[in-house]
Structure formats: C-alpha cells, structure tokens
C-alpha cells in the first residue's frame, strides 16, 4: 500500500529550525529564508535597458544558460540577456524567460512555462493558459520541471528528497536533461578512472567526486546543512543522494541501462529498531531518532528511510529506478553549448538588461 505523509505547517517549521539550530554557520537570523511572495517576481534590475553589449565568458554564465529548458535555450528566435547581477534572460517574440521556470509576458504579467508540442505553453497564476512557438520540437507531449504542481516540481527538481517522502518506481521521464548527464558522466569516469567495464559496472560515490565521497562515505552521512545546500544547486548531489552506488550495462543500441533499487544502507552505530517507531506520525519518528540517536535532522530523515526501504529487503519488495542513458546526445549537446557559446563571444550580441 503507497505510504501517504501529511506534514502540518507547525511540524515543518519545528524541523526547519532544528536545521538552523545545527550548524553555527547557517544559524544567522534570517539565512536562507525565502520570501515566496516575492521570488517569482522580476527584480528592478532586470529592466531592459540600453546598455553596451557585453560577453559572456564566465563558467558561472555557462551554467546560468544550461539551467533553461531545451525549447527556451534551443530555440533559433531567442535572445539572450544578462541583468547587472550576472543572471541570463532569454528574449524570445517579447516574452522574458528566466531559469527558474517564470516568465514576463509582453504586457509585463508574470506566468509560469513549459515545453508543449514545437514551443512553450505559458499558464499565468490564475491557470490561463497561451501558446508561444520557439522552433523546437518537444517528443513527450508536455515536459517542465514545473509540470504537476508542486510534486512534479519536486519530482523533477528534488527527486532525492521527494522519494523519501512519496517512494515511488521512476523512470527516465522522472529525470531532468541535466541530472541525466550526471549518471553519464558517472559512468564515464567509473571507466576512465576507476577501469570498470563499458561493457558492465558498477559506480562508487567517487565517481561523482572527492567532495561528495567525502560526505556520504562518512558514518551518519551528509550534514543537514549539506543536504539542504547540495539539494538546492547541486544536480550531482541530488542524483548521488538519489542513486547512490548504482550499476550500468551497455545495450545493443549504444545506449547505458541503469538499474537500481530504492534502498538505504544501514550506519553501523545507530540502532534504532522499525518496532520502536510504530504508531507514530511522521515528525514523531524523527524526533524520537534524533533523541536517541544524537542525529541531525536529515540523518534522522535518512535512517528513517533505512527502516522503510533497507537494502536488506528481498529484492522483490524493492522499489525500482530504470533509465536509459545515450551517451551520443551529451557529446553532441557538449558540442552545440560550445558553439553557441563561441558565437556569443565571437558576435557580442548578448545585451545587458
């Protein structure tokens, strides 16, 4: 039976300032709280304006660009724009695209947007919806990290932390462009690195890299602190906190075959018993662990999910995550954002809004 987890606004916040009480770093009045009513709204700086052209150059720009989604950065109408603060706006037919999934309309109305048949679907806070060709073929009939509401926001965005919540089977569909590219680029260095097969293998959380072998290797994990920070801008450390150590095989048509199981391994040093958490909700359960166990909040949150989904279970009872890797589309998307790129420098064309 799927397990259904309700989180009341009071329970939530006792969690979040538990995470804010951990680390002294992160313990400062108001960091990182976000005001909602005003994120999706554009900042005075973002403006158009007649400034002189500038380049981008910066690797920080190169990520910036690869966050939009393929029919807004691939489309032969856009314009790219960059605001004083360093962020990149995509100008397409007077529609103002931003990263995050919002864009500003010609009569300056703020909505949300998605891939939909060869351009965007543009739905506005009231759920009006238009349509805006972008010259890019989308093959599923809709896809945005957007789509679904706030799970398909979360599915798409957090996949690490929403399976702990709802576990559900995932598939390729469940997975962005760019945190795909991150199980292809695991594999890889498992073979350059590590000389595991192309043929067959299995990854090691070095394989993502020093950093994150570091943090999850460790007895009790990652810290609250870096999940909270590796969840919110690292697509590495979702899918290494997704996936974990999973094997690949090379299929008959050049594409990886990634199989793996939803499943926790145990820390040998907490002992906390699936009979002692019976009956009780969710916020409860981790209470009692932290209590017990002296674990901050996400590890508390992670052994949790080992008694719900241990990798001792019968493989039967396992949840599965299948997708399919083409290691010929990174190459060839590689290849095009360097020539994209490489005209940008080359024509001075980006403006700064």
């Given amino acids: 039976m799927k397990k259904v987890i309700r989180l009341t606004e009071s329970d939530l916040e006792k969690i979040v300032k538990k995470v804010l009480k951990e680390q002294s770093v992160i313990g400062a009045p108001n ?179 020093e950093e994150i072998d570091q943090q999850l290797n460790k007895n009790g994990g990652a810290t609250t602190a870096e999940m909270l920070l590796g969840s919110g801008f690292s697509n590495k450390f979702r899918v290494a906190t997704l996936l974990g150590r999973f094997c690949y095989s090379l299929q008959s048509n050049g594409s990886y075959l990634v199989n793996d199981d939803y499943d926790f391994h145990k820390w040998a040093s907490f002992t906390v018993k699936p009979k002692e958490v019976e009956g009780m909700s969710y916020p409860q359960k981790i209470g009692y662990i932290m209590d017990k166990t002296g674990l901050s909040p996400y590890g508390a949150i992670r052994h949790l999910g080992y008694l719900e989904h241990p990798d001792n279970a019968p493989a039967a009872t396992k949840t599965k995550i299948t997708l399919n890797i083409d290691p010929g589309y990174y190459v060839k998307q590689n290849k095009s954002l360097g020539n994209e790129l490489g005209k940008l420098n080359n024509q001075d064309n980006t403006t700064i809004v």
């Fill in 31 to 209: 960091y990182g709280v976000i005001d909602w009513k005003s994120y999706n709204k554009p900042s005075p700086q973002q403006k158009v304006t007649n400034k002189k052209n500038v380049k981008i150059t910066s690797v920080k720009d190169k990520k910036n660009y690869e966050i939009f989604i393929d029919c807004i950065k691939n489309s032969p109408k856009k314009q790219i724009l960059k605001t004083k603060s360093g962020n990149l706006i995509i100008l397409i037919d007077g529609y103002h695209f931003y990263n995050n999934g919002r864009v500003k309309k010609p009569d300056n109305e703020m909505a949300n947007y998605f891939c939909y048949e060869d351009g965007v679907k543009i739905k506005n806070d009231s759920g009006k919806t238009t349509y805006l060709k972008t010259g890019v073929k989308t093959y599923h009939k809709e896809t945005s990290k957007f789509s679904g509401g706030l799970e398909g926001f979360l599915r798409k965005s957090f996949p690490n932390v929403a399976e702990i919540f709802d576990t559900k089977p995932l598939t390729s569909e469940d997975f962005t462009e760019p945190q795909k590219e991150v199980v292809h680029n695991v594999i890889q260095n498992a073979i350059n690195q590590r000389k595991q097969s192309r043929k067959q293998g299995c990854t090691e959380y070095i394989d993502y890299d």
